[in-house]
């Protein structure tokens, strides 16, 4: 499956953002979607997933009631609603498929190229 992000700029802080990934290629259903973020200097992390159906949801503890994952698959789309967004989740954000089997899923095989979110205080 390919992935296409998109959907990031600059953003006050307390401002909002939604990010978007587009897939092609293979049954997108079959797939849990997640969103992970690079900071600067700083590894990779995980921020949320959304199961193949959309019913269960997952979030880092540091995004919970600020971000909301969601994903239509007749759009094979998956989004990012991001809220309240702080200087500190200035990252390059990065959407992922997982053709794991069993939730939550932990290993994702297919990413996307990355889009770049920056909060300025």
């Known amino acids: 499956v390919q992935l296409q992000a998109s959907g990031g700029g600059l953003v006050q802080a307390g401002g909002s953002l939604r990010l978007s990934c587009a897939a092609s290629?293979?049954?997108?259903?079959?797939?849990?979607m997640g969103w992970h973020r690079q900071a600067p200097g700083k590894e990779r992390e995980f921020v949320a997933a959304?199961?193949?159906?959309?019913?269960?949801?997952y979030y880092t503890d540091s995004v919970k009631g600020r971000f909301t994952i969601s994903r239509d698959n007749a759009k094979n789309t998956v989004y990012l609603q991001m809220n309240s967004l702080k200087p500190e989740d200035t990252a390059v954000y990065y959407c992922a498929a997982s053709d794991g089997r069993t939730w939550p899923v932990y290993e994702y095989a297919y990413w996307g190229q990355g889009t770049l979110v920056t909060v300025s205080s």
């Open positions: 959304v199961s193949w159906s959309g019913g269960r949801l």
């Open positions: 290629g293979r049954t997108f259903s079959n797939y849990v």
